[in-house]
């Protein structure tokens, strides 16, 4: 696809729910990133890949976030059991190349935990 | 300290002024700087990027960069109501994650 599309757009879970939020990044783009947005905030990063390989996982907030893209492509941000300071907008963005080149961000997707 | 930091504002012009929007790094090893405008409800998009000190010019956006005050701007020419939005400032520090400030709001009045 011409840009980072991800799917879905919005989501509302019940507290203790499990979700998985779906990332596809833009066709031969090696990195991957995992954005967390809360109102009013900056982009807080969750964490990194280079192809396949998670290079970086230090942002997830606790042992519920999960993250994979097991082909290199398409990625996945998992989260069990949510909690109501999950609700956030979750955005995934991919460069062309390592970290330090541009990265451009899909359309989000806005969690609601309830 | 924040690894970024920008006024949060609003920042306030009226149509065909220029805005004049700035943001500080503490990572005196940061390599690559960017801004990305957003509007509300919407995703972040990449306007300008900088690499190098100076500055950089692209349409009515320029980016100015000085690593010895760990200081990034973004000045926007003849700004339009369209151009209202949060204006947030990203730098990749010594290791390999874009990170971000909070924004600024800026708001161009007719």
């Known amino acids: 696809g011409a840009g980072v599309s991800q799917s879905p757009r919005y989501k509302v879970a019940k507290r203790g729910q499990d979700v998985a939020l779906r990332c596809d990044p833009i066709?031969?783009?090696?990195?991957l990133f995992w954005y967390q947005q809360a109102l009013g905030q900056g982009p807080e990063f969750l964490t990194y890949?280079?192809?396949?390989?998670?290079?970086?996982k230090s942002g997830l907030p606790s042992d519920r976030f999960f993250a994979e893209r097991p082909e290199g492509s398409v990625s996945t941000l998992k989260i069990q059991r949510t909690q109501q300071e999950d609700s956030a907008v979750y955005l995934c963005?991919?460069?062309?190349?390592?970290?330090?080149?541009?990265?451009?961000f899909g359309q989000g997707t806005r969690l609601t935990v309830v | 300290q924040k690894e970024v930091e920008q006024n949060s504002g609003p920042l306030s012009v009226p149509e065909g002024a220029i805005a004049s929007l700035n943001c500080t790094y503490s990572?005196?090893?940061?390599?690559?700087f960017f801004w990305y405008r957003q509007y509300s409800g919407k995703s972040p998009e990449l306007i300008m990027s900088?690499?190098?000190?100076g500055d950089k010019e692209d349409g009515r956006f320029t980016a100015q960069l000085n690593k010895a005050s760990q200081y990034v701007s973004l000045l926007i020419r003849d700004s339009q109501p369209s151009d209202s939005a949060t204006y947030l400032c990203?730098?990749?520090?010594?290791?390999?994650?874009?990170?971000f400030g909070t924004g600024t709001r800026l708001l161009v009045s007719p």
């Open positions: 963005a991919s460069s062309l190349r390592d970290a330090n080149t541009e990265a451009f």
């Open positions: 066709s031969g783009h090696v990195s």
């Open positions: 890949f280079q192809n396949e390989a998670q290079l970086d």
């Open positions: 990572d005196r090893g940061s390599q690559s």
């Open positions: 900088i690499y190098s000190n």
């Open positions: 990203a730098v990749i520090p010594g290791f390999q994650k874009l990170v």
